[in-house]
């Protein structure tokens, strides 16, 4: 077959093509091997954005924004949607020398950008961010590498937006080292926000909502919603590329009503995907508890959001409490669900041990607390925001530790 002779197949460590390729029982706990490794370091930089955000280091908040969004969630992105590709493609799994380096390069890349950016360091500031669009653009390569020899077609839209996103990104980051520079002259403004667009509903968010109809029956073991048709993805997608490009256009032409207009359309597009999903029954929800209840917040929290950010770019007025309640209510709100769900799963274990793993990961705490913080950031309250956000992350953190030094005999409580 012609994954075995690939530079991209090979072992989970050994570099065997019998444990990854096509169709292989292995190229499942492989690609589980390295998404545990991805959202390690995932995790490592959602740390670093909230102890850096809570002690108030740097200039404002680009500091933990971009530790939070390029590390953490440009990470989880590359760990999770290459685990998806892999499982619901039957394709097989890239070998982990490929996969590990896309990684460290994404995270390298990272941590140079920030650390440039802080120190004036533009030199350094350019090449993190171009190591970082280049790691996204090797992750388009992988993902379009396991696509091509799919054996099960039925998830296409979600890898198709994966690459989608990828490519958005890519084109994102470009504008964010012009703006690194200095060199934007007098449209720095204009780009700062065509990169914000780009980046935010373009990477992250079509990255996401190609991701929930899929994951969200996962969540709630149940079958997709009869609503949720290829067709219907992808049109849905399709709007979101478009209302993106739309979006980032007006921010281009300074045009606030043709950015209204794409921000608008991308919100009714969400309530598209939001449609798609599975969980509305309350037996669903139940079994879910917290962690589908946290997942369905920040969807919310994503929505209005958007339609917040249309009205004020309207008015003229200052995004960045939005923002910053987009971050914080929508995306950080969907990683963690996303976690409490992954986080068991890949520990593995077998049956009972999984149901522990639920248990450890159940936390209405982090429902509570994830909600108040991005009300105290929208609403300007910065001693809510820093305690919700402590409690936050002291018992995600807590949890985090308990599921990962859980010992194996937990299996049998």
Same mark, same amino acid.
């Given at each position: 077959?012609?994954?075995?002779?690939?530079?991209?197949?090979?072992?989970?460590?050994?570099?065997?093509?019998?444990?990854?390729?096509?169709?292989?029982?292995?190229?499942?706990?492989?690609?589980?091997?390295?998404?545990?490794?991805?959202?390690?370091?995932?995790?490592?930089?959602?740390?670093?954005?909230?102890?850096?955000?809570?002690?108030?280091?740097?200039?404002?908040?680009?500091?933990?924004?971009?530790?939070?969004?390029?590390?953490?969630?440009?990470?989880?992105?590359?760990?999770?949607?290459?685990?998806?590709?892999?499982?619901?493609?039957?394709?097989?799994?890239?070998?982990?020398?490929?996969?590990?380096?896309?990684?460290?390069?994404?995270?390298?890349?990272?941590?140079?950008?920030?650390?440039?950016?802080?120190?004036?360091?533009?030199?350094?500031?350019?090449?993190?961010?171009?190591?970082?669009?280049?790691?996204?653009?090797?992750?388009?390569?992988?993902?379009?590498?396991?696509?091509?020899?799919?054996?099960?077609?039925?998830?296409?839209?979600?890898?198709?937006?994966?690459?989608?996103?990828?490519?958005?990104?890519?084109?994102?980051?470009?504008?964010?080292?012009?703006?690194?520079?200095?060199?934007?002259?007098?449209?720095?403004?204009?780009?700062?926000?065509?990169?914000?667009?780009?980046?935010?509903?373009?990477?992250?968010?079509?990255?996401?909502?190609?991701?929930?109809?899929?994951?969200?029956?996962?969540?709630?073991?149940?079958?997709?919603?009869?609503?949720?048709?290829?067709?219907?993805?992808?049109?849905?997608?399709?709007?979101? $590329?478009?209302?993106? %490009?739309? #979006?980032? +256009?007006?921010?281009?032409? !300074?045009?606030? /009503?043709?950015?209204?207009? =794409? @921000? *608008?359309?991308?919100?009714?597009?969400?309530?598209?995907?939001?449609?798609?999903?599975?969980?509305?029954?309350?037996?669903?929800?139940?079994?879910?508890?917290?962690?589908?209840?946290?997942?369905?917040?920040?969807?919310?929290?994503?929505? $209005?959001?958007?339609? %917040?950010? #249309?009205? +004020?770019?309207?008015?003229? !007025?200052?995004? /960045?409490?939005?923002?910053? =309640? @987009? *971050?914080?209510?929508?995306?950080?709100?969907?990683?963690?669900?996303?976690?409490?769900?992954?986080?068991?799963?890949?520990?593995?274990?077998?049956?009972?041990?999984?149901?522990?793993?639920?248990?450890?990961?159940?936390?209405?705490?982090?429902?509570?607390?994830?909600?108040? #913080?991005?009300?105290?950031?929208?609403?300007?309250?910065?001693?809510?925001?820093?305690?919700? @956000?402590?409690?936050?992350?002291?018992?995600?953190?807590?949890?985090?530790?308990?599921?990962?030094?859980?010992?194996?005999?937990?299996?049998?409580?």
């Amino acid at each position: 077959m012609t994954d075995s002779i690939s530079p991209l197949t090979g072992g989970a460590e050994s570099g065997d093509t019998r444990v990854t390729g096509l169709g292989a029982q292995g190229r499942v706990a492989a690609v589980h091997v390295e998404t545990r490794r991805g959202l390690m370091v995932a995790s490592g930089f959602v740390a670093a954005a909230a102890v850096v955000g809570l002690a108030r280091v740097g200039d404002g908040w680009w500091m933990p924004l971009h530790l939070f969004a390029v590390g953490g969630l440009l990470s989880a992105i590359s760990a999770t949607t290459l685990m998806l590709t892999v499982t619901w493609s039957t394709g097989p799994a890239p070998r982990s020398s490929v996969a590990g380096a896309q990684r460290w390069a994404l995270a390298a890349g990272a941590v140079a950008m920030v650390v440039g950016h802080t120190n004036n360091l533009t030199w350094m500031f350019v090449g993190g961010a171009a190591i970082v669009v280049i790691a996204i653009l090797a992750l388009a390569m992988m993902l379009v590498w396991v696509r091509r020899q799919a054996v099960t077609n039925r998830f296409s839209p979600a890898i198709e937006s994966y690459a989608a996103a990828v490519v958005a990104g890519a084109v994102g980051m470009s504008v964010g080292i012009v703006l690194g520079t200095g060199r934007a002259g007098i449209r720095a403004g204009d780009l700062r926000d065509v990169h914000l667009i780009i980046n935010i509903f373009g990477l992250i968010g079509l990255a996401i909502a190609g991701t929930l109809p899929y994951f969200a029956a996962t969540q709630v073991r149940t079958k997709m919603s009869r609503w949720a048709t290829p067709r219907a993805m992808r049109a849905t997608l399709l709007a979101l $590329a478009a209302a993106t %490009a739309v #979006a980032a +256009a007006g921010e281009f032409w !300074d045009s606030p /009503r043709i950015v209204g207009f =794409g @921000l *608008v359309s991308y919100a009714l597009g969400l309530l598209s995907v939001v449609a798609m999903l599975p969980i509305y029954k309350v037996s669903r929800l139940t079994w879910g508890g917290p962690r589908v209840l946290q997942l369905l917040s920040g969807i919310a929290w994503w929505v $209005a959001m958007t339609i %917040a950010l #249309a009205v +004020a770019r309207l008015n003229g !007025d200052d995004d /960045r409490v939005i923002l910053q =309640g @987009l *971050v914080v209510g929508g995306f950080a709100q969907i990683l963690v669900a996303s976690l409490a769900y992954l986080g068991p799963v890949l520990r593995g274990g077998g049956h009972r041990r999984l149901t522990a793993g639920f248990a450890i990961t159940r936390s209405w705490i982090s429902l509570v607390a994830g909600n108040a #913080a991005a009300l105290g950031a929208l609403v300007g309250r910065a001693s809510i925001f820093v305690v919700a @956000l402590t409690v936050w992350f002291v018992d995600t953190a807590v949890r985090a530790v308990r599921l990962v030094s859980a010992p194996r005999s937990d299996a049998h409580v």
